[in-house]
């Protein structure tokens, strides 16, 4: 379970965490699937600035045609106005590179990559392939995300690099 939430600058993280948890995440989330979940709350520390003044200008313009023009599913994250540490853009151009090297390789005819990050956290929180059901025969897509996994980094200062 992630959970980023803008605070009062007196109200410390650990209160915060503390709040949610009793409040929020025991309130919807039934206590037998809590026993190995992972919690993370406001991971990059301190978020008492959002909104207009800390995320506003020129971003978000044609995110479908930059992307696959509506033929992929599209998490929303535009690239335009945005350097290569917004995963919203550098993760995108990666997973599109990597799905295109499983298909290269012959692992399926088609791959859809999705990839989940927390802000403040450097490896993603997930990994998920869809073939389609293309995959290779007497593979599965849980084969081919450990293949990523031991191939591929998808930190963003390794997409960088």
């Given at each position: 379970?992630?959970?980023?939430?803008?605070?009062?600058?007196?109200?410390?993280?650990?209160?915060?965490?503390?709040?949610l948890?009793?409040?929020?995440?025991?309130?919807?989330?039934?206590?037998?699937?809590?026993?190995?979940?992972?919690?993370?709350?406001?991971?990059?520390g301190?978020?008492?600035?959002g909104?207009?003044?800390?995320?506003?200008?020129?971003?978000?313009?044609?995110?479908?045609?930059?992307?696959?023009?509506?033929?992929?599913?599209?998490?929303?994250?535009?690239?335009?106005?945005?350097?290569?540490?917004?995963?919203?853009?550098?993760?995108?151009?990666?997973?599109?590179?990597?799905?295109?090297?499983?298909?290269?390789?012959?692992?399926?005819?088609?791959?859809?990559?999705?990839?989940?990050?927390?802000?403040?956290?450097?490896?993603?929180?997930?990994?998920?392939?869809?073939?389609?059901?293309?995959?290779?025969?007497?593979?599965?897509?849980?084969?081919?995300?450990?293949?990523?996994?031991?191939?591929?980094?998808?930190?963003?200062?390794?997409?960088?690099?």
């Open positions: 379970i992630l959970i980023s939430t803008q605070h009062d600058p007196s109200v410390s993280n650990e209160e915060i965490t503390s709040v948890t009793e409040k929020v995440i025991k309130k919807v989330v039934p206590a037998d699937m809590l026993e190995d979940t992972k919690i993370i709350i406001n991971p990059s301190k978020f008492d600035v909104g207009p003044a800390a995320d506003a200008g020129l971003t978000g313009r044609k995110i479908i045609v930059d992307t696959y023009g509506g033929w992929c599913p599209h998490g929303g994250g535009a690239f335009s106005g945005k350097d290569a540490s917004k995963v919203d853009r550098s993760a995108a151009y990666y997973g599109r590179y990597v799905a295109k090297s499983i298909v290269a390789n012959g692992l399926a005819h088609r791959c859809l990559i999705q990839v989940s990050y927390a802000i403040g956290l450097a490896d993603p929180l997930s990994i998920h392939v869809d073939t389609y059901g293309s995959h290779k025969e007497g593979m599965t897509d849980d084969d081919i995300v450990e293949i990523i996994k031991k191939n591929f980094n998808f930190r963003p200062g390794a997409i960088i690099q």
